[in-house]
T-cell receptor, first 116, second 111 residues
Framework: GQQLNQSPQSMFIQEGEDVSMNCTSS?????WLWYKQDPGEGPVLLIALYKAGELTSNGRLTAQFGITRKDSFLNISASIPSDVGIYFC????????????????FGQGTILTVHP | DTEVTQTPKHLVMGMTNKKSLKCEQHMGHRAMYWYKQKAKKPPELMFVYSYEKLSINESVPSRFSPECPNSSLLNLHLHALQPEDSALYLC??????????FGPGTRLLVL
């Protein structure tokens, strides 16, 4: 019940194309986070989602918190070479006491390659 | 400012050495974390400090010893590590129910 399924595992696209990736789970969550990680660097927070149905944009990035609270997607429009990296979804589940101390579960990542 | 800093950037140590990793944030976050990450894998949680108290230890071997001297600093003391402990060690911080912000990491190589 704690697994996150992130897909696709990898994508090879041409510069200018749009990209879509998603994460699904069998459990309900109250937070979805999307990160991008460059080689040898720490993950950088792209978008945070806190409400079911929430749709949030950050430049060319758009992410949505699924209405069932079990999934989320991330779209990148008009990709550019610097979009290359590994994209991780992550979620936090509220524990029985109502607090969670931010313990995250990550998806396995989507490796994005952009050809100029 | 959403910056978390980590030092050193790279570390090479022998199995008998003692070293420390350092992390600092000035965002007023009251939760801080240590993660271990292997290549092309997601980060794995090691420890969580909340309000300067250790709240989660994910069954990490005792050769890793965390310390939180104050609300802005987090250390990870390393002693008698094994080659399989070589990895990218990431620090993160957040408000207890907020998004986590990661530092750039320390690349550790144990010989």
């Amino acid at each position: 019940g704690q697994q996150l399924n992130q897909s696709p595992q990898s994508m090879f696209i041409q510069e200018g194309e749009d990209v879509s990736m998603n994460c699904t789970s069998s459990s309900i969550f109250n937070t979805w986070l999307w990160y991008k990680q460059d080689p040898g660097e720490g993950p950088v927070l792209l978008i945070a989602l806190y409400k079911a149905g929430e749709l949030t944009s950050n430049g060319r990035l758009t992410a949505q918190f699924g209405i069932t609270r079990k999934d989320s997607f991330l779209n990148i429009s008009a990709s550019i070479p610097s979009d290359v990296g590994i994209y991780f979804c992550a979620r936090r589940k509220v524990n029985a006491g109502g607090t969670s101390y931010g313990k995250l579960t990550f998806g396995q990542g989507t490796i994005l390659t952009v050809h100029p | 400012d959403t910056e978390v800093t980590q030092t050193p950037k790279h570390l090479v140590m022998g199995m008998t050495n003692k070293k420390s990793l350092k992390c600092e944030q000035h965002m007023g976050h009251r939760a801080m974390y240590w993660y271990k990450q292997k290549a092309k894998k997601p980060p794995e949680l090691m420890f969580v400090y909340s309000y300067e108290k250790l709240s989660i230890n994910e069954s990490v071997p005792s050769r890793f010893s965390p310390e939180c001297p104050n609300s802005s600093l987090l250390n990870l003391h390393l002693h008698a590590l094994q080659p399989e402990d070589s990895a990218l060690y990431l620090c993160a911080s957040s408000q207890p129910q907020g998004a986590q912000y990661f530092g750039p990491g320390t690349r550790l190589l144990v010989l």
